[in-house]
């Protein structure tokens, strides 16, 4: 598979100062402000090759910020696949043996099943368990704008709301291939209160990607009370202060790849919007699919073309 052609403008930070924690797991830490609040975790490299959330987590620590209230855990999860980081081929550092990301149900992770990412979602579970928030910190393929990721449920679009930036919100279901860390146990579930937001920051290796993490950690925080602007303001970069006005793409569906060659015809990157309902976006096993209505938005197309896997999403603006 073609690596992507972008420079790498990011360099991965030494995470070994944070393997110890404090919490009796490798690479989490947990700092409790010692007064009532809300549990709030936020994770990175949940993609070993996603390095924008390690900087974002690097800088906070390194600011020595602590929660004002509340408990505040950091957590790095793909370590294993992060370590095997090479800037020659950036992209296979995104798992060990399989995506961490696609884990996140009960059944698979009381199962018997064994990899080196059903290992560390099996160590990190209880902490997900125990948070009220959860921002998980990704970066995509392409370089397009930003994207929330705010799953179905109307408390995490309020949520993104709140968080202000970027300027678009997804409200998607996840993949046919399994659930999201961001979509397990209440997280996903319409009687809880538990709310979890995923931000896809921009393109893997781009500079702008850990400006984006680093903001929307700070401002996430910032409005469930655990920092003050005053310190968030400290290590704030160019995206702290932009109030866009926040657009809404609900996903509809998402194109799972059935058969053994799917292509796309176009060298689609995200967020192209395509007018007429019955074009041509791809062929599989000579199959043509096509988009199911008209201004159909494509929602991060991947180049893992991989049978079980997630080609694209469609959605549409709703707001
Ligand atoms: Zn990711």
Redesign the pocket.
Known sequence: MPEPSNTIELTPPDIEPYRAGNTGMEYVTTFDSGSAGPHVLVTAL??GN?ICGAIALDRLFRGGLRPKQGKLTLAFDNVAAYRSFDRRAPTASRFVDEDF?RLWAPATLDGSRQSTELARARALRPFVDAADFLLDI??MQYATAPLMLAGMLERSVMLARRVGIPELIVCDAGHAAGPRMRDYGGFGDPGSSKTALLI?AGQHWERRAAEVATDVLLRFLVILGALSRDDAQAIAGSEFDHHPRQRVIQVTEAVTITGENFEFVQDFRGLEVLPQKGTLIGREDGREVRTPYDDCVLIMPSRRLVKGQTAVRLGRYTA
């Open positions: 949940t993609h996603e990301n990704h970066s896809e």
